[in-house]
Nanobody
Framework: QVRLVESGGGLVQAGGSLTLSCADS??????????VAWFRQAPGKEHEFVAG??????TRDYSDYVKGRFAISRAEDTVYLRMNSLKPEDTAVYYC???????????????????WGQGAQVTVSE
């Protein structure tokens, strides 16, 4: 059974950095064999695409809000989101999601993803 688990969230001051990790605790290699994306949801707002990466790690996509500050990468069965120069508006619950379809590139729509993690809270203080 696929069970995506995010880790690495926490509280950080503005300008600081955090790295989130996404792995499959069910040991089905779902992360390693899927297109994976990070989404976030701030209080009172809709889910928002943050970044996505293809299976080989050669194609990456970033939302305009995080481009140049965040970096998505993958190693074996884990996907990472390195977040630099964090701003208070980056405060949200961050979710990783896996697309196990035949799509090659990351999609920015939530409906493209089959499996989701439980989320990791990221709070950026002033």
């Amino acid at each position: 059974q696929v069970r995506l688990v995010e880790s690495g969230g926490g509280l950080v001051q503005a300008g600081g950095s955090l790295t989130l990790s996404c792995a499959d605790s069910g040991r089905t290699f779902a992360v390693g064999s899927s297109v994976v994306a990070w989404f976030r949801q701030a209080p009172g707002k809709e889910h928002e695409f943050v970044a996505g990466i293809d299976r080989k790690g050669t194609t990456r996509d970033y939302s305009d809000y995080v481009k140049g500050r965040f970096a998505i990468s993958r190693a074996e069965d884990t996907v990472y989101l390195r977040m630099n120069s964090l701003k208070p508006e980056d405060t949200a619950v961050y979710y990783c999601a896996a697309d196990r379809s035949l799509r090659i590139s990351p999609n920015r729509g939530r409906q493209a993803y089959d499996y989701w993690g439980q989320g990791a809270q990221v709070t950026v203080s002033e």
